[in-house]
């Protein structure tokens, strides 16, 4: 795994290729030239201090902004030409994802269901798997603002995983999550790495990159600083939080 | 545009808002309140003035010796109730414990006699209701007492009245019953009814644009297959259906009500719609919820919090204020009101509604309310699609 990918884009074997990617908001450049890959079936990172420009980059990946500059390819759809078409090859969790208060857990993940066209015996089966994998059933007919966050993280997941998205795009997936919640957050997106999925995550947090990825991006103030496959990475400079800091500087520690 | 989608972001919407308690109470509560505060008050207001005027009034002479035949006649009539010469006469007369203050002058009785002039001074307060009432009934009760001097006058005379009265004069009034039946209730209703169409979906078009927002909901549709227009649509169509959810709870609560037994509510509330009219205002209203709710949601879209969007909205009010304070002008010019008022929004659909129910049909109004609402609802639909196509819009930071 490279971040620097080579301009001929083999779409399948890269779920995501983002191909100098910027985004303005005015006069404010929030990211430029974001380049990298992420081949089908990895987990990767991209790991950078707030403000570094990830929430930002993420949401051009998942069609919510559109790029200034620059595009990518998601499963070998275009962002730009093609938003539709990414946005059925994808299941995003944002930051801080909001859920409908008054929708029972089972209702909001049948609604997401609903967009994707699914038909609601399709959706009621895939339902009782997502919610059987993640031990959902208990409250799946609880109304969302009665779950604790956990819970609703769970739900969150399950709205992102409906339509059985080859990819999966999560904004720090573990942020505001008590020891527990983070746990079975992370388990999760091992075991979807381990089932062909391709996941895409933000970080600031150098454990969970490290835990996780099969690949990371280092982002800072907009730009991918440098980047490769975790094993690659740890063996060169063996530990990623002093290799992190070591490129953003002590400064923005 | 598929139709699938727009129902099933519209069928979560409803789901969300009707289990709203806040929707629901303001959606049920208040319009069975509404009428209940209207008629309740104006009920008790007209009653409040009927039994002022019933009342007999505080009445105080000064001189009373003078004038004893119209004494005796004074103490005669159930109008008057005599009560004690105060010290304070302007006083009195400024608080209301006395109405009227009568002065009869020394030698009241003789002029009469002797046939001199002589002047009987009322004294009252011209800006109490109750002291003005009093006068003018003494004035009534002074000019009976005055016919009989005269006719006693003439008889000593050997004259006939015929000499003093060549001709009398009979008012008919002949204003459409229409319109005095209607006036009341042509001054109320359509301001209640445009205010629900208007307001009545707006809690919901916050909780729908700027409340996700705050929620931060919206994100997760924006990266669903549904488009932007869906989106748009699904969310209008919310709004309008609980616009006119409302609308009915209204014409139940209110129209109906006073259609089926007008005097049971009092003088002026007699609904003078027929079958033309009704459908002309339906009509009229729909085109108005469509041209508010599609506003409310450009305009909301735009908040970053549902209190900045409560701001955006509030000018809303002065659109359905504005008609109210230019309803004597409308009740004194009627038809003649220039045409250009009828192109302004939300309160042409009130002056027309007040045209209707002052039982005047006038078809080129109707022509352009119809026309200019129907415009600004198509500007209002693109304006709200527009700004839910807006990146800075959305994410607004």
Known sequence: ?253 | MRSKVIWYLLQKELLDALRDRRTLLTMLITPILFPVLIFGFSTLTVGHIEETIARTATLAVDGEENGMPLMENLSANDTFELVPLPDDINGSLRTGAVQVVVIIPEGFNQSINNRTPTEIVVLYDASRAQSLNAATDFRTFLQDYEDTVVDVRLEDENLTRELIEPFSIGFDNRASEEKEEGLLLSLILPLAVVSWVVFGGMNIAIDITAGEKERRTLESILVSPATRMELVMGKFLATFSITMLNMVIMIVSIILPVAAAPDMIGEGTRLNLDAVGFGVLIGVLLLLAVMSNALQLAVCIFAKSVREAQYYVSPFTIFTIIPVMFFPIVTVVGEELPAGVYWAPIMNVIFLFQEQLLGTQNWYHVGIVVFSTALYSVICLILASEMFKREGVLFRD
């Open chain 1, 1 to 253: 795994m490279v971040p620097k990918v080579s301009e001929e884009i083999d779409n399948i074997r890269n779920a995501v290729e983002a191909v100098g990617l910027k985004k303005r908001f005015g006069k404010f450049t929030a990211v430029t030239d974001v380049t990298f890959s992420v081949p089908s079936g990895c987990v990767f990172g991209l790991l950078g201090p707030n403000g570094a420009g990830k929430t930002t980059t993420l949401r051009m990946l998942s069609t919510v902004y559109k790029p200034t500059e620059g595009t990518a390819r998601i499963m070998g759809r275009d962002i730009v030409k093609d938003p539709d078409g990414v946005r059925h090859s994808i299941g995003v969790v944002g930051e801080s994802p909001g859920l409908y208060d008054r929708l029972t857990a089972r209702e909001t993940v049948r609604f997401y269901g609903r967009l994707y066209g699914m038909d609601d015996r399709a959706i009621a089966r895939r339902t009782e798997k997502i919610f059987g994998d993640l031990g959902m059933e208990e409250y799946a007919d609880r109304r969302t603002e009665k779950l604790s966050k956990g819970m609703k993280q769970k739900v969150i997941i399950a709205r992102a995983m409906i339509h059985d998205p080859p990819v999966l795009i999560l904004d720090e997936p573990t942020s505001g999550l008590d020891v527990v919640g983070s746990r079975t957050v992370m388990d999760f997106i091992k075991d979807v790495g381990r089932r062909d999925k391709t996941v895409l995550l933000s970080t600031h947090v150098t454990s969970i990159a490290q835990e996780l990825c099969d690949g990371v991006a280092i982002i800072n103030k907009g730009r991918i600083m440098a980047g490769g496959t975790m094993k690659g990475l740890l063996k060169k400079h063996g530990n990623l939080e002093d290799f992190m800091f070591g490129i953003i500087g002590r400064r923005d520690k």
